[in-house]
Structure formats: structure tokens, C-alpha cells
């Protein structure tokens, strides 16, 4: 994986979708219950899933501490509820246990969890994720990055098909692997625009089935492309 290409495939990406801007909401608990609802299902399914459990309970620990079947009962627009509500309860028990008692034990779970995970090098932080069960690489990675502004790659399937598409990773390279070089490579003020920009691509242009890679700003760099249009 090369940076000069990755800088000038953000260039003309960037042309043509415009730059994104990184906020990062400071809300890594917040973000990583979002990002387990999100799994299998719409972003339109997932977010009311999100504000469904937001209004149900009045805080992370009443989630963590309810029966399973009422968690279940208040994502169920978010698909598989009854699965994502275990995942939830366990990766909320599995922080209260791992949290330092600290100076303030009697704070809320999402303020201790974001002083914890904020205190972190930006590694140490991807591994005490990764270490929560049921979060892998690309969990992990949104987390920091889009809570917590932290240099970590998110690989979804957007990133990871374009990536493999335009040989900036192999033919036979693993999305976690994937996370690793991207992580290696990118500097960090690069990180979020590639990977929103992989997104906004995948979707309007880049697309699984049927992309249009004659449109595309990236055909004369773009082995998979030019294979494409040539047949
Ligand atoms: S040329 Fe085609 S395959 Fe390559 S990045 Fe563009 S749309 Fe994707």
C-alpha cells in the first residue's frame, strides 16, 4: 500500500464528493452500542433502534442490569433483537469489570468509559476494545475514530472492495489484515476523509454489483476497472 496513490486517490475522490470534516462526538460507549445495532440491518433500522434504547432506559448500567427480553422488546426495529440485546448486556458487564475503580467510581459508566479509553495511546486503546466480546477490528476502529477523533481505519465492505479493486491491498489479504495496513500507512488527518470518501464512492460509483468505472475519477488507476471496461 502505497501513500503517494492513497494521496492522490483522496485528491480526486475528494473532488468529487468534497473533503469530510471529522466531529467526533465523545461518545465511545454511545458509538459502540450504536455500532452493534448497526451489524446486519440499515442505517435507518439501527438508528431508531439507538433512540428506541436511548428513550427506554435512563442509563447504560439500567440497560446492562434489565432483563434480556426488555432490551430485546426496545430494539426490535434494529433486527436480530434478540441476539444483539445478549451482545449488549455482555459487552456492558465486560466494561464494568475491566474499568480501573479510578477516582471517582461513582460516576457514570459512559463518563468512566470515555476517560479510560481517552487516556490510552491510540493501540492500547484498539486492543482494550477488541478485548470486549463480540468487538473486532472494524468495531474497534469506528469507535475511536468517530468518537473519540483517533487514527484507526474503519474496513467495512465499501472499503475493503475498493481497496482490493484498486490493489492497494491483495487479492488474498483478510479485512483484519486490511485494518493493520491502512493503520501502518495513513497519517492521521488522513484517515477519516479515506475512509468516508471509500464510502460515498462505494455507494454512488464503485458500487458491488454493476459499478460504473466509466465515470469514475479513478480509472487510469484502477487494474479491476480498466479489466471492466476493456471486456
Ligand atoms: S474504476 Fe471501477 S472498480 Fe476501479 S475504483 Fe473506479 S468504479 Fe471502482
Not at 464512492?201 to 487510469?220: F, I, S, V, Y
Request: charged share 25%; proline share 8%.
Amino acid at each position: 500500500m502505497q501513500l503517494s496513490r492513497l494521496r492522490i486517490i483522496r485528491e480526486r475522490l475528494a473532488a468529487r464528493y468534497g473533503d469530510p470534516i471529522l466531529e467526533p462526538d465523545n461518545d465511545p460507549l454511545g458509538g459502540l452500542i450504536e455500532t452493534i445495532l448497526s451489524q446486519s440491518t440499515s442505517d435507518v433500522n439501527s438508528h431508531r433502534a439507538y433512540a428506541d434504547l436511548r428513550a427506554a432506559f435512563p442509563s447504560w448500567e439500567a440497560v446492562r442490569d434489565a432483563p434480556q427480553e426488555r432490551v430485546a422488546e426496545a430494539i426490535r426495529h434494529g433486527g436480530l433483537a434478540n441476539i444483539k440485546a445478549a451482545r449488549i448486556q455482555d459487552v456492558l458487564r465486560a466494561i464494568t469489570e475491566r474499568l480501573p475503580a479510578g477516582e471517582n467510581p461513582t460516576a457514570s459508566l459512559d463518563g468512566r468509559f470515555t476517560a479510560w479509553l481517552g487516556a490510552m495511546p491510540v493501540a492500547e486503546a484498539r486492543a482494550a476494545l477488541k478485548s470486549l466480546p463480540g468487538v473486532g477490528p472494524k468495531t474497534a476502529a469506528c469507535v475511536l475514530l468517530f468518537s473519540l477523533g483517533l487514527p484507526s481505519m474503519p474496513v467495512d465492505t465499501h472499503v475493503f472492495r475498493i481497496s482490493q479493486r484498486l490493489g492497494l491491498i491483495g487479492p488474498k489479504t483478510s479485512a483484519g489484515r486490511a485494518h493493520e495496513e491502512y493503520d501502518a500507512v495513513l497519517p492521521e488527518d488522513m484517515v477519516y476523509p479515506v475512509h468516508v470518501l471509500f464510502i460515498r464512492h462505494g455507494r454512488a460509483l464503485c458500487r458491488a454489483q454493476h459499478p460504473l468505472c466509466r465515470q469514475c475519477p479513478l480509472l487510469d488507476m484502477c487494474p479491476w476497472g480498466q479489466r471492466q471496461v476493456e471486456t
